[in-house]
């Protein structure tokens, strides 16, 4: 029984993670039309600036800040520099074109930081009962308080509301004084910081490394898809159902078998429902 | 008020208006009458910055209108309600009714005088906008607009698929506007309506103006529609 209490607390650390890095991703689809498949490589440079904050300032707290901006503007500069470009492209376009983005991201870290490992020392130490490291709750608290505070700022604020009105309806919303191009810029930096914030928090638990992103990429891509592309709730709900599932499946087998159910599971979700959850409620 | 000099517009590459002209003044009403294509969404669109302006001028007021950037023709005096899609259904009414004043940095308290004058607003203003029934949604969608007290309205079709009492409530809205000194144009199928409201009517063909009268003239009609 302590186990499985166990396993649901590590579920819930994982869900958070992942739920940090899919919003990003849920967002830019859903304001901005764009499928972004170097999300993880945001994720990946939110890592690697951390460490290398870190290497200079001794502080991993004042560096994970630090890289999330960081990241933050480098990859909503990005997506924007394209933006304008590509308004109305379909999201294949898009895809294939993050896909490049993706690649040669991946090649710049192997080219600047090498292959090996980079970690930094765990921020703190010390156990909680159930959850095990005091800084994997601290991480999956810090996510929940970033993820409250998205919705906070999406919910309650002068900009959320016209970001929401964008999204809704763009020409309803521009002929109304919004300035979708503000509401872009907005979007794009607060989904690169995302994924930086999730890279700066795993870094000491992964390390950095350059195919870091893949991985988080396709589980934060499933879990947005099955949520339904572009809704929030939808990606927060599939998210913690999938780092629940996964950690409870750890019980009974490999997890390398236990991620294949995962993706089993949410495919299953998708064939049954095709809107994914959204539909659900 | 508003006047077009030989606009020309469409998407892309694709010109759908030619050497348009046409003049409101304030406290005018103008219709834009014509089959379904000939151009008179685009040219709401165009003036709005939603159709690509190609050449041309548009004037509002005693200022040129140089930019087509949708978002600031609310600040420059242009209000625009589409005839689809004229409001952000995901959003509450009242979420609706803040879009423009959060983006003018205008106070929340001034839907106050729209919730006193649109009572089924206030009663609704916690529900989705999306689940508003057709006359309601176009209600919302001026009261949006009016919050700002444009100089010049742009209202395409809204009666299409109302009902009968919803329309006397949108006839009514459109003479009010009048009243208070703005200039409209008007983009309408329903011919009793036009014939009720219109101080003018600039008659379309196939992307051009080629007719204009003094309020509803039946042979004009029947000229460019084919009804008497």
Redesign the interface.
Known sequence: MEQIAAQLANGLVVGTTIALTALGLTLVFGILHIVNLSHGEFYMMGAYFTWAAHSVLGNFWASAVLAALATGLVGGALLLAFAGRLAGAGPLRWALLTLGFGYVLRELAHLLFGNDFKLVDLPLEGTVPYFGGLYRVVVMLASIALIAALALFLGKT?YG??I??I???R???????????KVYAWIAFISALLAGAAGAFMLPITSAYPTMGLEILIMAFVVVVVGGMGNIRGALVASLFAGLLQSVLILVMKPSFAMIVVLCTFMLVLVLRREGVRAAW | MLELENLDAGYGKVQILRDVGLHVGAGEIVGLVGRNGVGKSTTLRAIVGLARRMAGRIRVGARLLETSDPSRMASLGIGYVAQHQEICPDLTVEENLLVPLFASRRSPRCIGPIYERFGRLRERARQRAGSLSGGERKVLAFARIMLLEPDVYLIDEPTEGLMPSAVAEIAALVAGMRESGAAVLLVEQDLGLIRKLCDRIYWMNVGRVEACTDGFDAATADRFLGVK
Do not use: D, I, L, P
């Open positions: 002068r509301v016209m929401r009105a999204a809704s309806n020409e309803a919303a521009q002929v109304a004084g919004v300035s979708a191009r």
